[in-house]
């Protein structure tokens, strides 16, 4: 594993652009990057370390293990490396959705578009509210459990911030769950 440094800076590009195009989301985009960089720019053991890392510290998990394998693999220049063709794919798919969005902004089959996709995204919201409320139920769901999202359902309703709305049940939780 004796390669020059700009030899490792390309192939860490060449891996971050290849994975977020392959790729849809994070999680499953960790799996395509242990195949692409374990045993060719670092150890199994190192990179179950900066999934660890990169799943513990606040903020995109993407660009976290981006920065962890880059620097394992590269140093500094490495980091930057390694997030450029990380942010490079995705970056330039919105430019181009926005570029699109905005010529076509005014024509009537995209606000038919816009409008059909509106109850697919609520249904979706709703499909992944149904599955996190169901995490780890093994009985019906109680009282408890229907009191904390009626209220947090009244708090949002409210337009109450919702990082202080999650906050307030996962107290209300430690009193209720106990």
């Given at each position: ?27 499953a ?24 890392f ?6 995109s ?42 010529q ?10 816009v ?15 149904w599955?996190l ?46």
């Amino acid at each position: 594993m004796n390669q020059s440094k700009f030899s490792i800076w390309l192939q860490l590009l060449w891996m971050f652009l290849k994975v977020n195009l392959l790729s849809p989301s994070g999680p499953a985009s960790v799996g395509l990057l242990y195949k692409e960089a374990v045993g060719k720019i670092m150890s199994e053991e190192r990179f179950v370390e900066a999934v660890g890392f990169s799943n513990v510290l606040p903020g995109s998990e993407a660009l976290k293990l981006a920065m962890f394998v880059g620097f394992a693999a590269g140093g500094v220049p490495g980091v930057f490396t390694a997030l450029l063709g990380a942010v490079l794919p995705p970056t330039v798919m919105m430019f181009a959705v926005a570029a699109f969005l905005q010529q076509f902004q005014q024509e009537d089959w995209l606000q038919g578009f816009v409008k059909g996709m509106s109850p697919a995204i609520a249904a979706l919201i709703i499909m992944v509210a149904w599955e996190l409320f169901h995490v780890g139920q093994t009985k019906k769901i109680d009282r408890r459990t229907l009191f904390i999202a009626a209220l947090s359902t009244i708090a949002l309703w409210f337009d109450f911030p919702s990082p202080l709305v999650l906050l307030g049940a996962g107290v209300l939780g430690v009193f209720l769950f106990r």
